[in-house]
């Protein structure tokens, strides 16, 4: 069973960008779909955007199209976001999620990190 431990977060000012981590371990990385979701204070989780088992197709939701980018190396074992021009909406904490099916919602993902927080502020 694969684990997942995501770093990167931080507090940043509107414009600003940041690179999201996702380690796993404990299991074979390349056979998961992998994604990050998002969760801000009172608001569900969301899809943020996926990526397939090779890395070769890549899913964005509106919110984050042009601006986020995903990216895996599966000889590491890490999955990435790069974040950019960052906008407050974008708080919250930020989950990376391995599943054996890629899509936006929460149960197509069995795997989950604890979460790292990204803040920004106006």
């Known amino acids: 069973q694969v684990q997942l431990v995501e770093s990167g977060g931080g507090l940043v000012q509107a414009g600003d960008s940041l690179r999201l981590s996702c380690a796993a371990s404990?299991?074979?990385?390349?056979?998961?779909?992998m994604a990050w979701f998002r969760q801000a204070p009172g608001k569900e989780r969301e899809f943020v955007s996926g990526?397939?088992?090779?890395?070769?197709?890549?899913y964005y939701s509106d919110a984050v199209k042009d601006r986020f980018t995903i990216s895996r190396d599966n000889a590491k074992n890490r999955m990435y976001l790069e974040m950019n021009d960052l906008k407050p909406e974008d708080t919250g904490a930020y989950y990376c999620?391995?599943?054996?099916?890629?899509?936006?919602?929460?149960?197509?993902?069995?795997?989950w990190g604890q979460g790292t927080q990204v803040t920004v502020s106006s």
């Open positions: 990526i397939s088992r090779s890395g070769s197709n890549q």
């Open positions: 999620a391995a599943g054996e099916t890629l899509g936006n919602a929460v149960e197509n993902y069995d795997h």
């Open positions: 404990g299991g074979t990385f390349s056979l998961y779909r």
